[in-house]
């Protein structure tokens, strides 16, 4: 008997905004003029908070951290297309879209400064936004769960996970992917594929010819997306958090991006790509052509520019400056919050590290 | 002699066992191109090629599994978790195999493999990456726990958990990699795995540590015995699992007092294990309790925190001298 086809799969790319602010008009997600320049501004200040963070750092006025400039439009945009109820779970180089979802600036400085109070939610914040994964991979089988407990509880909510490139070579990726559609749990699941993870390069990490396609394993679609056409990615992550909340399951998402800078503050990217690779991407990054569109709409211009410009530096001044303000944090706070429950073992090593700590003062005053 | 740091001298008995045995073969993520994010293997690519130097995917079960695979084939796998955090990942396969593959064919399949890890804190790192869990490991039969504490010791024990025949998991304090250098001889040294070393002779009280603790103990015995006139002895495990209670106990019998140190969390750790075995051997010599300097049982902080919850040198004097005073 001949061999015959049984399946056949294809992967699509979509692109409305390319690199001189034109669009493929028919895609152009359905956006008020407001919520563009609201996504551009958003955009801005990832950029601008990035910048004065990866400068502060250099002057020790900030832990190690993963920059995003050059991504900003892949979780800003992907936040933006959120509804209220949605959960966001991503990994570590998302700045602009915890920004999008409330996160505020100063609590990125005070996470960065190694505070866990950088991870609280503001005070009567509902918002669904999980802190920091650092642990590659991980928040990709959560997905799975929380998507799992929103359909249980039937409510009208969805999860966004964003995850890199290298995060797809882990086995909570595959799992997390498998569990959510075996349930056909409401899931969008964002690989930022910024080509590299750390030094591994994109095509040292898979063999596969997009990562898109590995949605297709699972039995969900999946797109690839220009990872720096914010509309682009609006638009992807728009139909599939709608297609998730009508109860049609999980989707992957490729969103086709590059990360500008080193992997974090403590990494050399000199030691494994060239400055040639980087300069080429610059030409593609996603803020010059989401300002030229603008432009081109009429809804943009230099005066604008200029204004907005100043509005952003003031705001993450302001964020700096309530940030370093800040110099009193309880140093016991790790013993409040090892367990729900009272227990003898941790209120004893307490006493004794409050003891302590009141002995050094003693000796120092 | 050239004087190296942690982070060379662990390049170096790599290198040199790599030279020796062409069956040895490095795999880690970014260990390559990059050298590790900490240097560890630099230029071990250039100088063995891409066959014998793989940056893999990011997997750290596949890594380990992978290894497994090598070392029941007759390689040696000499394998890195970027940071010990990430390690727990490969549990699975160093528990449910590696680690019991001599048992279950008694002795037909054997699992000649290294993981090294940095593992602690004191470096101002993110989440995930200031923990100190060997005792996770150590309390894995069939798993071998080794941690240096300097460049020399450095350098002997990971040529010998290269050349071990079982799973050796080599934990690197992240904080000693060049925080001071040490004259290391040019010729291979291969230390003895499970062997503890009295670093500093003495008649008074016996500290017991290892890894990064070491330099916050010695500065105390050297305080201490400056200010009390006494002495004391100071002993390095080396090995955690399978720990020499030997060594221990033999300094425990003459000094009648111990301290053990650990910066890792305190219930279930390796000084309760030092203290059980003394209990064992030795508790009649004892002429006081044993002291435990260690972290807290608290999920390790953000650095912002950390600098209170690391054990110092005057935490470490001070257990040393209300011991002496019981
Ligand atoms: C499980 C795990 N292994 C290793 C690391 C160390 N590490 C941090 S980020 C990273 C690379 C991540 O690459 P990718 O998923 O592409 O995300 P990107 O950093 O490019 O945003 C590695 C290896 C980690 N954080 N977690
Ligand atoms: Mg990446």
């Given at each position: 008997m001949p061999m015959e086809t049984i399946a056949s799969f294809e992967v699509a790319r979509l692109?409305?905004?390319?690199?001189?602010g034109d669009t493929d008009i028919d895609l152009v997600p359905d956006l008020k003029p407001d919520r563009l320049v609201a996504m551009y501004r958003w955009m801005l200040l990832?950029?601008?908070?990035?910048?004065r963070m990866l400068k502060m750092q250099r002057q020790g006025r900030m832990g190690t951290f993963a920059p995003s400039t050059g991504q900003e439009a892949v979780s800003v945009a992907a936040a933006m297309a959120m509804g209220e109820k949605d959960w966001f779970t991503g990994a570590f180089r998302e700045l602009g879209g915890r920004l999008v979802r409330g996160e505020p600036l100063v609590n990125v400085f005070l996470y960065y400064n190694g505070y866990e109070e950088g991870n609280l939610r503001p005070q009567g914040s509902a918002d669904r936004l999980l802190p920091v994964n650092i642990i590659v991979g991980s928040q990709c089988v959560q997905a799975a769960g929380l998507g799992y407990a929103a359909g249980f509880r039937g409510e009208d909510a969805a999860v966004l996970t964003v995850f890199g490139d290298g995060a797809t070579s882990e086995g909570d990726f595959h799992e997390g992917m498998n569990l959510a559609a075996v349930w056909n749990a409401p899931v969008v699941f964002l690989c930022q594929n910024n080509q590299w993870a750390i030094s591994i390069r994109r095509e040292k990490q898979t063999r596969s010819q997009t990562l898109a396609q590995k949605g297709i394993a699972y039995g969900m679609p999946c797109v690839q997306v220009d990872g720096n056409d914010a509309l682009a990615v609006y638009r992807a992550v728009d139909e599939a958090l709608a297609r998730a909340r009508s109860g049609d399951g999980p989707t992957f998402i490729e969103a086709v991006t590059y990360r500008l800078m080193m992997h974090t503050t403590a990494d050399d990217p000199t030691r494994y790509r060239t400055e040639e690779e980087a300069k080429e991407w610059w030409d593609r990054e996603p803020l010059v052509r989401f300002r030229r569109f603008l432009e081109k709409q009429g809804l943009w211009d230099k005066a604008k520019q200029d204004e907005m410009d100043q509005e952003i530096k003031a705001e993450v001044a302001a964020a700096v400056e309530e940030f370093e303000a800040r110099d009193s944090f309880k140093a016991d706070a790790p013993f409040d919050h090892v367990f729900g429950t009272d227990h003898a073992v941790i209120q004893d090593q307490r006493r004794e590290f409050l003891a302590r700590l009141e002995e050094v003062d003693n000796a120092q005053a | 002699?050239?004087?190296?740091?942690?982070?060379?001298?662990?390049?170096?008995?790599?290198?040199?066992?790599?030279?020796?045995?062409?069956?040895?073969?490095?795999?880690?993520?970014?260990?390559?191109?990059?050298?590790?994010?900490?240097?560890?293997?630099?230029?071990?690519l250039e100088k063995y090629g891409?066959?014998?130097?793989?940056?893999?995917?990011?997997?750290?079960?596949?890594i380990i599994g992978a290894a497994v695979g090598m070392a029941i084939a007759g390689l040696r796998p000499v394998c890195e978790m970027q940071f010990s955090c990430f390690s727990y990942l490969m549990i699975p396969q160093l528990e449910g195999h590696a680690a019991r593959l001599r048992s279950r064919t008694h002795g037909q399949v054997t699992v000649p493999l290294v993981v090294r890890m940095p593992y602690g804190g004191g470096v101002r790192a993110m989440e995930h990456h200031s923990e100190s869990r060997e005792a996770t490991y150590a309390h894995l039969p069939g798993?071998?726990?080794?941690?240096?504490?300097?460049?020399?010791?450095?350098?002997?024990?990971?040529?010998?958990?290269?050349?071990?025949?079982?799973?050796?998991?080599?934990?690197?304090?992240?904080?000693?990699?060049?925080?001071?250098?040490?004259?290391?001889?040019?010729?291979?040294?291969?230390?003895?795995?499970?062997?503890?070393?009295?670093?500093?002779?003495?008649?008074?009280?016996?500290?017991?540590?290892?890894?990064?603790?070491?330099?916050?103990?010695?500065?105390?015995?050297?305080?201490?015995?400056?200010?009390?006139?006494?002495?004391?002895?100071?002993?390095?495990?080396?090995?955690?699992?399978?720990?020499?209670?030997?060594?221990?106990?033999?300094?425990?019998?003459?000094?009648g007092r111990c301290v053990v140190v650990q910066e890792a969390p305190?219930?279930?750790?390796?000084?309760?294990?030092?203290?059980?075995?003394?209990?064992?051997?030795?508790?009649?010599?004892?002429?006081?309790?044993?002291?435990r300097v260690t972290g807290y049982d608290v999920v390790t902080p953000y650095f912002g925190r950390e600098k209170d919850y690391i054990p110092t040198a005057g935490w470490v004097r001070r257990a040393i001298e209300e011991t002496l005073d019981f």
């Open positions: 692109n409305i905004l390319d690199e001189n990832a950029r601008e908070a990035d910048q | 002699m050239p004087r190296l740091n942690m982070v060379q001298a662990i390049n170096l008995g790599i290198d040199q066992q790599m030279a020796k045995d062409d069956g040895v073969i490095v795999l880690g993520e970014d260990v390559g191109l990059d050298g590790g994010v900490f240097r560890v293997t630099d230029g071990l891409s066959d014998r130097v793989l940056d893999t995917p990011l997997a750290e079960s596949g798993t071998k726990v080794v941690i240096p504490s300097g460049p020399r010791n450095a350098r002997s024990l990971i040529a010998a958990a290269i050349r071990d025949p079982d799973p050796v998991v080599f934990m690197e304090p992240k904080h000693s990699y060049r925080a001071f250098k040490e004259e290391v001889p040019d010729e291979e040294e291969v230390a003895e795995i499970g062997r503890a070393e009295v670093v500093r002779e003495g008649t008074d009280l016996t500290v017991v540590g290892f890894g990064a603790m070491m330099r916050p103990i010695l500065k105390a015995t050297a305080e201490v015995d400056e200010a009390r006139g006494v002495s004391i002895e100071v002993i390095d495990l080396l090995t955690i699992a399978p720990m020499d209670g030997e060594t221990v106990c033999e300094s425990v019998r003459r000094t305190r219930s279930f750790g390796v000084a309760s294990e030092v203290i059980a075995v003394i209990n064992d051997k030795v508790l009649m010599y004892l002429e006081a309790p044993v002291r």
